[in-house]
């Protein structure tokens, strides 16, 4: 290979090139330019962080997006990218002792950067903020989490019950980008932490429109249909160990019977099962025009909105924005490693999940600069 610069000729022996200290760049580039162009930066030094913590604050609301872990691995992190050429910040001798001193220091501002940083969004994406969304979710903990008053132990939908969790509500707006979010006991009511974050907002809406989705037509009766046939299978079953003596009195048969129109209720309603001792067999029937009705209504939603400038499309697309919502858990829990938490100082816990809610932001807004540019 021949290199020519500045009208001087080098021979370069491709074969015994060698590369050292190579560091990712591309992701960490454009999560901070669009770091920049939030101006979170500018919203930090206006709650008092000079150059030096934003800087860092900044490499670890990167690292939650590009390769969320623990303050340990986060350290480790740094040194393996092109955060020291790309923020000039010097990542060796970072120890994960100042991370949660970081962290100590951003928990009282959390609020207040929140809300700057929403209003700048809204102002640089031309947002709409009339429409909003709440959603919540529970995120569990690695530990005892004896410190932490809202930790608790309830139902997971993560399927871990035998872990302590605290709820995390969302809110979200129309292009999906979060609105406010807040941090609560696992056992506190969804009405308390709705009136919660409507004090923050000041704010509610009502949908009031009526709409007709082939889509949701297709899926209801794909659901019903697939229930159908599970249930029509159980009684099938049923039968057998019937007679197959498996199965013998009649209030065992009944007790049966029950089990089954419990567990697929939503298709046993249109549905007659009977036993008739005589002939010691089940008949199963279809009732009136129940499941007439049903297939009718495949699809169709009544939507409520005081929007009389919407027409039924943008009702519609309106209605199903709430999917951004629990797009913005799932992101949260699993790319930018929400949960588990390895924190046992509510505070810590409190700000860590801030980190996703910033991280989720800059995701939010790179998506929406990709889809505005095709």
Same mark, same amino acid.
């Given at each position: ?91 060796? @001798? ?10 100590? &220091?951003?928990?009282?501002? +959390?609020? #207040?950067? $929140? =809300? ?112 159908? @046939? ?10 057998? &160990?019937?007679?197959?003596? +498996?199965? #013998?009195? $009649? =209030? ?123």
């Amino acid at each position: 290979m021949v290199y020519k610069e500045w009208d001087e000729v080098v021979s370069v022996r491709t074969s015994k090139i060698e590369m050292e200290e190579v560091k990712e760049v591309r992701c960490v580039y454009v999560g901070y330019e669009m770091w920049q162009r939030l101006g979170i930066g500018k919203i930090l030094k206006g709650c008092g962080f000079n150059r030096n913590r934003e800087i860092l604050i900044c490499g670890m609301v990167l690292n939650r997006l590009i390769a969320s872990g623990s303050e340990r691995a986060m350290a480790d992190w740094f040194l393996r990218v092109a955060i020291e050429d790309i923020l000039k910040m010097l990542c060796k @001798g970072i120890a994960e002792d100042r991370l949660y001193r970081m962290l100590d &220091r951003l928990h009282p501002n +959390r609020e #207040k950067i $929140e =809300g700057l940083l929403t209003k700048q969004e809204r102002c640089l994406f031309n947002l709409n903020k009339t429409v909003l969304f709440y959603n919540l979710t529970s995120t569990y903990f690695e530990g005892n989490a004896k410190c932490n008053e809202k930790a608790q132990k309830g139902y997971s939908r993560d399927g871990r019950s035998d872990c302590k969790q605290v709820v995390v509500g969302l809110v979200i707006g129309e292009e999906g980008f979060p609105i406010a979010h807040g941090i609560f006991k696992r056992n506190q009511s969804d009405v308390k932490s709705f009136s919660y974050m409507l004090d923050i907002l000041d704010k509610r809406v009502k949908l009031e429109e009526n709409q007709t989705s082939d889509a949701r037509c297709q899926k209801d009766r794909a659901i019903r249909e697939r229930f159908e @046939g599970m249930l029509l299978k159980e009684v099938e079953k049923l039968r057998k &160990r019937i007679r197959g003596g +498996r199965i #013998k009195g $009649e =209030g065992e048969i009944q007790q049966a019977i029950g089990r089954l129109k419990e567990r697929y209720s939503r298709v046993a309603r249109h549905y007659r099962l009977e036993y008739l001792s005589d002939s010691k067999t089940i008949v199963c029937s279809l009732v009136g025009d129940k499941k007439k009705r049903a297939e009718d209504i495949d699809g169709c939603y009544i939507l409520k909105t005081d929007r009389s400038d919407m027409d039924a499309e943008e009702i519609w697309r309106t209605y199903m924005m709430p999917t951004r919502a629990e797009s913005g858990f799932r992101a949260m829990k699993s790319p930018l490693a929400e949960r588990p938490i390895f924190h046992q100082l509510q505070h810590r816990v409190e700000t860590h999940i801030f980190l996703c809610i910033l991280a989720y932001h800059l995701l939010v807004a790179i998506e929406k600069t990709l889809r505005d540019h095709g």
